[in-house]
C-alpha cells in the first residue's frame, strides 16, 4: 500500500495524538475510535499487520490506564512508521 493511500490516515492519527496531548481527551478518544474504524478498513491489505497488532494491544492498554502520553506517541511516532 503506498503512502498515498495512507496519508489521510497518518494525518488524522498525528491529529488525535495533538489532541491527547492538549488534555482534550474527550476529542481524542472520539478521534482515536475513528482511526481504529479506518485501521480495520485497510487491516486486510497491510502487509505488517502483525506488527501493527501489538502497538494496538499497547494502545489499549494505555488508553484504559488513561496513559494519554503513551498512547499519543504510538499514534504519532509508531503507527505511521508502518503506515508509510
Known amino acids: ?12 492519527l498525528i491529529s488525535t495524538a495533538h489532541q491527547l496531548r ?3 481527551e474527550a476529542q481524542g478518544s472520539l478521534q482515536l475510535t475513528e482511526c ?15 506488527q501493527i497488532m501489538p502497538i494496538l494491544s ?5 488508553q ?8 499519543a506517541d504510538a ?3 509508531e503507527l505511521p512508521l508502518l503506515l508509510s
Not at 503512502?3 to 497518518?10: D, E, H, K, T, Y
Not at 481504529?36 to 502483525?50: A, C, F, G, V, Y
Not at 499497547?58 to 494505555?62: D, G, I, T, V, W
Open 22 to 24: 492538549l488534555g482534550h
Open 64 to 71: 484504559e490506564k488513561h496513559d494519554w502520553l503513551g498512547l
Open 75 to 77: 499514534l504519532e511516532y
Open 1 to 12: 500500500m503506498t503512502q498515498m493511500v495512507n496519508s489521510p490516515l497518518i494525518q488524522q
Open 58 to 62: 499497547s494502545m489499549l492498554a494505555a
Open 36 to 50: 481504529i474504524d479506518k485501521l480495520i478498513e485497510l487491516q486486510p491489505s497491510l502487509t505488517n499487520n502483525q
